[in-house]
């Protein structure tokens, strides 16, 4: 089904009934932002030019209570009316940064509409409709692939669980993990020894020794170079979580240059 199929089939809603945000979440939630759905966002009141993030769980009672304890609680921060919907039993809003509206502050003021022994996620902040339908699709993605990740802190965030999202075929966490992740490994060139030393370490196990062997240089180097990467980067490939998501975007990045010569 093409896009263009999607968006002619949830804009059909309108003629069945259907309000603005429902259509408007189930097109975001499907990936869909063109012309039509941001006509649809200002319809709701969210004009052009807006940031904009996502939290979602498991409601508390039900789908329809929750959704009322976060419109609420937007209105109380000053923000505008949250578009909120349901997909697979998780209940997720889509708020527009404004006033006292921002994700950490979310995450406080709405955690009493979402169960407490469910994951929490909050989406990472974009901007404008394509975003909208980013931070809300990460959002979805993010927690179906929770399990995978049970002591992950509450509220998590989406964008810590990268590899999990890839996994599920989701494409924007796939982009994040080869344009910024593997990217920033990348981006000083061939002459450059960051990546050979990490990804020589990584595949190595984590051995100091064996990387030094392999790379003809003595530990202590390595441990600076994987220090500098750290920085540079800020993916530490001594931390078992961050060697996990380097990995992971190595694998990502080296199909990505492959399919591109």
């Known amino acids: ?45 969210w004009d052009d030019g807006f940031d904009c993030f996502a939290i979602g769980g498991r409601p508390r009672v039900n789908a329809a209570g929750a959704a009322e304890r976060i419109r609420s609680a937007a209105r109380d921060l000053g923000g505008s009316d949250a578009i909120v919907g349901t997909r697979d039993g998780w209940v997720v809003a889509v708020l527009r940064r404004q006033n006292a509206v921002g994700p950490e502050v979310a995450a406080t003021t709405m955690a009493d509409a979402f169960a407490d022994d469910r994951p929490l996620c909050l989406g990472p902040l974009r901007h404008g409709v394509a975003g909208a339908a980013e931070t809300l699709r990460g959002t979805l993605y993010a927690l179906a692939a929770a399990p995978a990740m049970p002591d992950s802190p509450r509220p998590m965030r989406a964008d810590d669980l990268l590899p999990e999202r890839a996994l599920l075929g989701d494409d924007a966490a796939r982009r994040e993990l080869v344009e910024a992740v593997y990217g ?77 010569d």
């Open 1 to 45: 089904m093409t896009a263009d199929f999607e968006a002619r089939d949830f804009l059909a809603m309108l003629g069945d009934g259907r309000d603005p945000e429902t259509v408007v979440f189930e097109c975001l939630a499907s990936g869909l932002a063109d012309a039509r759905v941001a006509s649809l966002l200002a319809v709701v009141g």
């Open 184 to 260: 920033s490994l990348d981006e000083a060139g061939p002459n450059d020894p960051t990546m050979l030393t990490v990804s020589t370490f990584l595949a190595s196990g984590g051995s100091l020794e064996t990387t030094a062997k392999e790379l003809s240089v003595h530990p202590n180097t390595v441990r600076y170079r994987l220090k500098r990467a750290a920085e540079s980067t800020g993916w530490d490939a001594t931390d078992p979580r961050d060697a996990y998501v380097l990995t992971t975007a190595i694998a990502l990045g080296r199909i990505h240059a492959a399919r591109a």
